[in-house]
């Protein structure tokens, strides 16, 4: 674990639930002047705090370790605002249709930031009846290849993963594509409209 609840993590999403601290104590089995140490910085909750912790702010606990102020702003569900986070560790793609707090392998995982594709990463889209036949020139060696591609509209996403020494192409259904995504285990994710 890279980061750890803080203190003014802690006083924020008490505040916010418009817990005095002893009643937050009182919440967690604890002392006040426990959730005082915890606000000043003089101390830490023990991890077997941490679940009953987050119950009482009613948020989760990677939300409570994250710090992170993480609300469904997606009410809509439009598929277009969709991020893919990438394990480093065990190569898991996931997907969430808005901001999120994910993590795998016990990593909290950064969104990918999608650049225009440069030459070695060009994304070609061909229509062949009422699909996108996409392919990226790219080589597709053990060590160096194209993980996945992905069609979004504002009503789904379409995802193809890739594996080394194969192709790297894919076919979509062009209903109301916008977004064609690529991403090289190497230099990251790319997009172009569609």
């Not at 119950?55 to 989760?60: D, F, G, K, M, T």
């Not at 597709?140 to 080394?164: C, E, N, W």
Request: net charge negative; glycine share 6%; proline share 5%.
């Amino acid at each position: 674990m890279d980061r750890y609840v803080t203190g003014a993590v802690i006083r924020s999403l008490r505040e916010r639930n418009h817990l005095t601290q002893d009643e937050l104590a009182s919440k967690i089995h604890v002392s006040g002047k426990a959730v005082s140490k915890w606000e000043t910085g003089q101390g830490f909750p023990d991890v077997s705090l941490l679940e009953p912790l987050a119950e009482a702010l009613h948020i989760s606990v990677i939300e409570l370790l994250s710090g992170a102020d993480v609300r469904n702003r997606n009410r809509a569900a439009n598929m277009l605002r969709t991020r893919f986070y990438v394990c480093p560790v065990c190569g898991n793609v996931i997907q969430a249709a808005g901001e999120a707090v994910v993590s795998c392998c016990g990593i909290t995982l950064p969104p990918l930031e999608p650049e225009d594709p440069d030459d070695a990463h060009a994304i070609r889209a061909e229509i062949v009846e009422d699909e996108y036949y996409v392919t990226v020139d790219h080589p597709m060696t053990k060590d160096h290849y194209i993980s996945f591609l992905a069609a979004l509209s504002d009503q789904q996403i379409q995802f193809v993963k890739l594996y080394p020494e194969g192709p790297a192409e894919a076919r979509f259904k062009m209903n109301r594509v916008k977004i064609l995504y690529a991403y090289c285990n190497r230099h990251g994710a790319f997009r172009v409209k569609a």
